[in-house]
C-alpha cells in the first residue's frame, strides 16, 4: 500500500504513472429514503464486535422529515484529502484513492475528524481513536445491501474513475430527456386541442 | 423437457406441493389464446376457491418462475391492476414445459 | 451469559414522584413472550388492575421494543405501546414504525414503564444512560411537529428521536395518538389521552451503545436472502407497495369492492378515481422514504405547492387519510384528504378513529339525527369536504359542544346522542375499524370482531386471504376453502393462525407488510431473525406458542374487565345489510355464519363458547398458570 504524499505538489503525477485513483461511493442524494440499512450493515460486521449501531457505523443517513432529506454521508476518498494532516502518519492512500486509518499509529487527536469538510471522520470513545469508510476492501457492504432492498434505486454505487462522470451525466440525461419527450406530447395535444 | 425436469424446476422454486387447480385452470385459459390477467381472472372466478385477482396475478408468477408460461405482449387494463400506474397488462402463454404440466394436473 | 438481541434493562419512570429506576428483563419472559407487545400485555396483566380508571394516575403507559429492533432485520424499528385504553374500557396497544423503536434499543432499554403522573407537564430525555425528566410547560400546547423541534432545540441535537402527543393528547380526546418521527404513530386506543393524561408531552431518545447481534455474519446472509424471496415469492406487491405505499388501497378495494364508503354502507366510491394513486402521484409526491431497516420505502413523502393549502407537506401518508377522509365520509376532494391526514399528524390523532369518528357523525346528520344545532352550524351534507376538515380541527382542540362531542369518538358519543346513532358507531368494543368491508374477506372480516384491542384489522391483518393460492392456503394453514373470501369455510382455522405469527410480528417487531403474500415469509423469517440475532435456537412451534400466549393473555385481560362472546360482534349493519352497489353487490355476512366461525376460532384458541372466557387446560399448556389461578379467584375462567 503506497502511502500519498501529504501535498499534491510533491507527489509524483498518479496518472501519469499510470496509477488509477478516483474509487469511491456513487450516492444518488435525491433517490435515498432513509432507511438506514447501510448505517446498520456496516456497524454490524465492521467494527469488529457485531453491533448494530448508527453511532460505530462509517456511512451516516441524516435524515430531515420536513423537508423529506435523507442524505447519506460518508468519506468522498478524496484526491487531495484534508485528513492527511494527522501528525502520527496514520492516514494513508492507496493506489485506488481509498483513504485509510492505521489503528495502530493512532493517537486520537481528532485533527483529521476537524479537517474532513464531509464529517466523514467519527470517533470511537471506547478505542480512543478514529475511523471511517475503508471501502470494505473493493465491495462495500452499505451498496450491497442497499442495492438488494432498493434495486430499482440505484441510491449507492462503487464508483470507479472510468464510470462515475459517464453515470451522473446519464442520469441528468434521462431526466432531461424525459422533460423534452414530456413537452412534445404536451404541445401536440395543444396543437391537435 | 421432461416431467422430471419439471420437478425439478419446481422443487427449485421450493414450489412443490403448491402447483394445483389453481394453475391448471390458468394454463387451460392459456392454451390457445394469449391472455392478461384480468380475462383469466373473469373467467376461472369462482372455480375451486378462486376469489381474488391478487391470487391469479400471483398463481400466474409462479408460472412463470416454472417456465411454464411465457410473455408475449401487453393489453390494455380496464382495472390497471397489475401496476396501479400503468394502463396495460401483459399478455401471456402456455409454454412447452406448461403443456407437460397442463397433462400431469389434469390427471 | 452474554445477552444478545435484548437489552436486558426495563426503565420504570415514576411520574408521580419525578423517580426512575431500572429492572432487569426477566430471562423467562424473553424466551416465552420475546418482546414488544408480549412484554407489554404481560406487564399490563400483572400491574393495571381491573376497574382501574383508563385515564388515571394507576393506569400504566408502557412502550415496548423486541430483541431484533434496531438491526438490519428488515422493518425492525417498530415500538409498541400499551395501557388500559379509555376507548375500549379495557385492553388497548398501538404500534408504530419509523426509527423510536431504534433509537430507544440503542440506547439499551427494551422497555419503559411509566407510572402516576406529572404535576406539571414533562418530557422524558434519554441520553444512553443519562435519564432526565425536563420541564415541559413551555411546549404544552404545542402541536406535534412544533414539539419536535422545540424538544431537539431544548436538547441540542437534530438527529435524536421524538416520540410524542399533540393538543388531542393533551385535552384527553379519546381518539388521539401517540406520535414519532414527525409522522408516524402509535394510533389505536387512545394511547395519547393516557399519555396526556399522565402531563407527558414527548420521549426524547438519543442512543450510542447499539444491539448486538450474535451471529452477524448469518443474520446479514438471513436478511438478504428473504429480501430476495420478497421479491421474487412477492413480486407483485412488493413492486406495487415500494412505488405506492397504502394508498394504492384505494384503487385496489375499490377494485375488490371492498372500500369503505360513506359510514361502512357500501363498499365502492363513484369518485375513487380521484382519490387514489394517479392523481396522488401525478401531482403532489415528492419522494418515498422508508422505516428502519426497510426494503420498501412505501411512505409518501407530499407538499402541497399551490392553492389554499400550499405549504403543507406530509409524510408517510396512508391509505387510512386518502381513503378515511374521502370515501369514508363521502367526499371526493384529494386535497383534502392530504391535508385531512397532515392535520391528525399535527394534533396527535389516529387516522382511523378520527375519520370512523367523522363519518358517524356525517351518517347522523343525513339520516336527521343530528341536527345543524347539534353540530354548532356545520353542514355535514355528503359531500361538503370542508367540514371533514373542520371536524377534524375541532376534535382535535375539544372546539365547541360538537368538538366535545367528536372527541368522544363514535361509540361513546352514540351513547350520548341516541336516538338511532349508536347504530351508525361502527365500532367494535369501542373501537373503531379501518381497511375494509367484512361482508367481502369472511376471515378477515371475522377478525375484527375477535381482535383483543377492539375493532381493528391488524390483530390478524389476513392479507393472505386474498394473497395466498388455495394451494398455499391448503399447505399452510390447512384450508383450502379458507382461499374463498365470498366462503365461510376454514375461517376460523386461518384467523387462528394469522393472529398467532402477528402477534409474533408485534412481538419481534417486524412490520406486518414484509408479510404479505409470500407463505415461507410467514413461517420462516421470525425464528431464523430470532436465532441469528439473539443466539438462542428457536423454532416455528416455539414462536407459534409465543403468539398464542400474547393473543390469550389480551383475552383474559378483557375477561378480567367484563367483556366476554357478547363484545365479540361485528356492528349490526354488517349482518343486516346486504353491499347496496359494485363489484360485490349483494355480499352479505349472516349472523348464523359468523357464529359457526367463532365456535371454530374459540376451539382452536382455547376459549369457552358460551362465554368467551380463555380455558383452563389452554392456558396451563401455554405456561400461563397465574393468569389461569387469577382468572379462577374472578370467576372469569372458561
Redesign the interface.
Known sequence: MKQRAKSFKDADDPYRSGERMGHFIGIAY?KC?????CE??C???RSG????????SRIRV?????Q?L?IPMVCLHCEDPPCMVCPADAMSQDQRGVVMINDDKCIGCKQCLLACPFGAISFNPEKGKVFKCDLCNGAP?CV??CN??????KVLTYQKPEMFEKSIRTRAFERIANSVMQSRVELASKVKG | MSKSDLDAIIRKE?LD???????MMILEQVSQVDKQPQEIFDIVKGK????????V???I??LK?ISCVTVTGEKTTT???????SKTEPTYKISELGRTLLNDLKK | MELYGWAGKILRVDLSKETFKTQPLPTDMMTSLIGGRGFNSKILYDEVAPGTDPLGPDNKLIFGTGPVT???V?TSGRFTVTAKSPTTDAFGDANAGG?WG?ELK?AGYDVIVFEGAAKKPVFLWIDDDQIELRNAEHIWGLDY?KTTEEVQKDVGD??ISVAGIGPAGERLVYTSCVMN???RAAAKCGMGAVMGSKRLKAIAVR???????????E??KI??EY??IL??E????Y??F???GTP?FV??YQ??GALPTRNWRETCYEEAEKV???PF?KKYV??????????Y?C?P?F?IDEGRFAGT?D?GTEYEATGGFSSKVGCGDLEVALVGGAWCDKFGLDYINCADTIAWAFECYNEGILTKEDTDGLDLKWGNADAVLECIRRMAYKEGKFGELLALGSRKAGRKVGKGAEYYSITIKGQQMGMMDPRVFHAWGFAYGVSTRGGDHLRSHAVC???????????YVGS??A?????FEGKGKLIFWTENIRALNDSIENCKYFFR?SP?LWTEYPHKVLSAVTGLDWTYEMTFAAGQRINLIERAYNAREGLGRKDDYLPERFYKELVPTGPTKGASFPREQYDKILDEYYEMRGVDKKTGYPKKEKLLELGLADIAADLEKRRKLG
Open positions: 435525491d429514503c432513509g432507511c438506514k440499512l446498520l450493515s456497524s454490524m460486521l464486535k457485531g453491533i448494530s449501531s448508527p453511532a460505530l441524516l435524515r430531515r422529515e420536513p423529506g435523507d457492504l450491497r445491501i438488494v432492498a432498493h434495486p430499482a434505486d | 421450493k406441493g403448491l402447483i394445483g387447480k389453481t394453475h375451486h376457491e378462486v376469489s381474488s385477482f391478487t391470487q396475478l400471483r398463481a408468477d409462479q418462475r382495472l390497471g391492476s397489475s401496476d396501479f400506474g | 434496531g438491526t438490519i428488515s426509527h431504534g440503542w411537529f437534530m438527529d418521527e414527525y409522522t442512543g450510542t451503545k447499539g444491539v448486538k447481534v450474535a451471529k452477524p455474519g443474520l446479514f436478511v438478504e429480501i430476495e421479491k421474487r412477492d413480486r407483485w406487491f413492486e406495487n415500494s412505488k405506492y394504492m384503487d385496489q377494485q375488490l387514489g394513486v394517479g402521484y415528492k419522494k418515498k422514504r422508508a422505516c428502519q431497516s426497510c426494503p420505502h411512505s413523502y407538499t407537506w409524510d386471504e386474498y394473497m395466498f393460492t388455495p394451494e398455499e392456503m391448503e399447505k383450502r376453502k382461499a374463498d373470501r365470498f366462503g403474500g415461507r
